[in-house]
């Protein structure tokens, strides 16, 4: 597996990022060149003979430097570029999966889409998809403006408060794939951190089926803390009586990788100091802290939501 911690901006791992860093590198080649020239002209501006300095300022360098040269290579990169890029706009394949991925204060809010656009499954701060396959994301937001980007997938793309945008994304081979909000979004903004997993497809049929199954519900003492606390007011388990919209949705969370939209690694040490005081890991996020809860409650709780896998 491909590691997700380290964003590797020029290192695309599908066709939807291979296009937009070959476009990058042409771009970067570019002002590379136009740089040479610039200084070139600066060099012989102030230690050219006086023959080339006549040369440079006539009206002839002017309209071939000033004007032609410019039309010319911005016309043919944009052209260029138009052409590299169509795809990312081309109508999706009738069958693709769909995801809708929601902005929100400072992490995101998953939910798979089935055939006719309505949500099957919720998750939060990690997307899993089929290596191989096309994905759209129908990105939101639920308050600012963000901004969604997993480099070596796809471009970034802003979401918008009352607007809907799509984005196409792709994993070549299966990998573990860092994204990050883009829009600087107030608060703990660079802590809003998001993973996408690819699987090889018959492995993520086998999970995605496997999450849809009922699952028995273990350790009492942490679903009565669950629900006596209040974390049943915030967040959801699927098959339970939490159905809270507020927070991240919690039926999967055992599962997840990390934990405060990718801040910690997930595990019952983790959970219940996430649980205890969140603001002391992410200051300014929107969960309260729970100091009055015993070690004992704690350990309860995070064995609780270890569990939901």
């Known amino acids: 597996m491909t590691s997700g911690s380290i964003f590797a901006v020029f290192d695309p791992a599908g066709p939807y990022a291979g296009s937009i860093t070959t476009l990058a590198w042409v771009l970067i080649a570019m002002f590379v060149a136009v740089l040479a020239v610039v200084i070139a002209a600066l060099w012989i501006a102030l230690r050219g003979s006086g023959r080339l300095k006549a040369r440079l300022g006539g009206t002839r360098a002017i309209w071939i ?48 889409l089935d055939p006719s656009g309505r949500p099957f499954m919720l998750d939060a701060n990690e997307l899993h998809i089929p290596a ?48 990050q909000c883009a829009e600087y979004c107030g608060g703990p903004h660079a802590l809003m951190g ?68 990718g801040i910690l690694p997930n595990n019952r040490g983790t959970l219940a100091g996430w649980i205890g005081d969140s603001q002391a890991i992410k200051p300014g996020n929107r969960m309260p ?10 350990q309860a709780l995070a064995a609780y939501l270890e569990a939901r896998k």
């Open 132 to 179: 191989g396959r096309p994905v759209l994301l129908e990105l939101e937001s639920n308050d600012v403006i963000h901004s969604f980007w997993v480099p070596r997938l796809s471009g970034k793309l802003d979401m918008v408060p009352g607007r809907r945008n799509t984005l196409p994304i792709q994993a070549d081979g299966p990998g573990v794939f860092a994204g």
């Open 194 to 261: 998001f993973v996408v997993i690819a699987h090889e497809p018959a492995a993520f049929d086998r999970m995605m089926a496997a999450r849809r199954a009922p699952r028995p519900v273990p350790d009492e003492r942490g679903r009565q803390l669950f629900r006596s606390t209040g974390c049943a007011a915030c967040h959801r388990i699927a098959g339970t009586e939490a159905n809270g919209m507020a927070g991240p949705d919690l039926t999967h969370v055992g599962s997840r990788r990390s934990l405060g939209a």
């Open 65 to 112: 430097g000033g004007i032609g040269f410019p039309v010319v290579v911005l016309t043919a990169l944009l052209v260029y570029g138009l052409t590299l890029t169509r795809h990312l706009t081309a109508p999706m394949p009738q069958d693709a999966m769909r995801v809708r991925i929601t902005g929100e204060m400072w992490w995101w809010r998953v939910a798979y």
């Open 289 to 298: 802290p729970y100091k009055t809860l015993s070690a004992a409650d704690l």
